[in-house]
């Protein structure tokens, strides 16, 4: 939306005159960006227009004032001439009136300058990549039934295990000295506490995201700092797979074999869904929600919970509980995007720890702050970092130790 609408929809928003179609448009425009969204909160608080438009008049450069005041008078005239009374109406302004026309003017100049800056500020964040840190990519080190390792290809998003290892585009996965097939018969020096044939395991880093296809043609996601261990063939009665992190799964259907997956606290059994579980070590909390399907969540000493609808999840903390969650918000991560909807501060750090692979420090206590919206995870972390300054936390990024500091 061009800049000079959104002043004009936000002096009508603070005047109390949006048509229908225009509050929709202004909320529309406040969705795309929490930093619109804050915008749109603060615009009728007086103290902060007050103390942006201090701010304004020293950060500013010249030739950017003159076109904030421009334009404020452009859409000034503009607004004047739509307005401007009857003859038979007096031409002498209430003092209400005369406080409406200054404080328009003032939002209209400050509204300009904030965009205005925040323009300016997303251009230098442009020129300025490498003092950033770049978000984090296709990464993960398989480990094989002998137990040897291998760094998958980051140019690859994905593997298949069939009758050997390969990835999505059907490249088979070299491994010098190694027949692919005998690979996956070797001895399994992981152990065969599943019962199942030998056991492969794949890794993501901090800052990796990968795709699995199993055998059985069903497909998991992993997050960030993630791992699930499966067998090279799931025998004929059962197909259990192991997952420490965060993993989503679309399980194909099969009545004979449920599908579990085992996670610390808590089993997971399927015959074919989708889901996605955050069960991290570092996390108290284990979290399972419901995509599509029904999945039965069981944990020790408690009773099991059934998930049949769409958006509900179980929670494991010591006890199981049964709630309501955005699924939009809860996978975000697969579409790309941060969500910080209904996350506590120190949760959307972790996600940002994570992804960045950074070091969290706090100096005082975490922040009692409640963040909204969501980012896009292919950004450098200054631009993600936003909505920090748009929640007015002070904080400071060491990007040669990879360090954010809470302050």
Known sequence: MERSKVVYLLRKHIGGELTTDEKNELISWADSHPANRALLHKAADTTWLTNTLRDYDHVLPAEEEAVAQALARHIMRQDTAQRRPSRKISRRLSTAATWWMCAAAMILAVTCAWLLLNSRHAAEGQRNVASDIAPGGNKAVLTLPNGRTIDLSEAQSGIEVGDQITYYDGTAIH??????????????????????????????????????????????????????????????????????????????????????????????????????????????????????????????????????????????????????????????????????????????MQDLSRWYDLEIVYERNVPDAELMGDAFRNQNLGLVLRVLDVAEIDYHLDVRQRQLTIK
């Open 175 to 348: 491994i010098p000295g190694y027949d692919g097939k005998q690979i996956l018969t070797s001895p399994d020096h992981m152990g065969a506490r599943m019962g199942t044939s030998p056991l492969l395991k794949l890794s993501t880093p901090r800052g990796g995201i990968y795709e699995l296809v199993l055998s059985d043609g069903s497909q998991v996601w992993l997050n960030s700092a993630s791992t699930i261990t499966y067998p090279v063939q799931f025998t004929d009665s059962l197909r259990i797979v192991e997952l420490s992190g965060e993993g989503y799964f679309a399980v194909t259907k099969d009545a004979k074999r449920p599908f579990r997956v085992i996670t610390k606290g808590q089993a997971v059994q399927v015959l074919g869904t989708e889901f996605n579980i955050t069960a991290y070590d570092d996390e108290e909390v284990t979290k399972t929600t419901l995509v599509s399907g029904a999945v039965k969540v069981a944990a020790p000493m408690t009773k099991p919970v059934f998930l049949k609808q769409p958006g509900e999840q179980a929670v494991i903390n010591g006890q199981i509980r049964k709630q309501t969650a955005s699924v939009d918000d809860e996978i975000a991560w697969r579409h790309g995007k941060f969500s910080f909807n209904n996350k506590t501060f120190e949760q959307v």
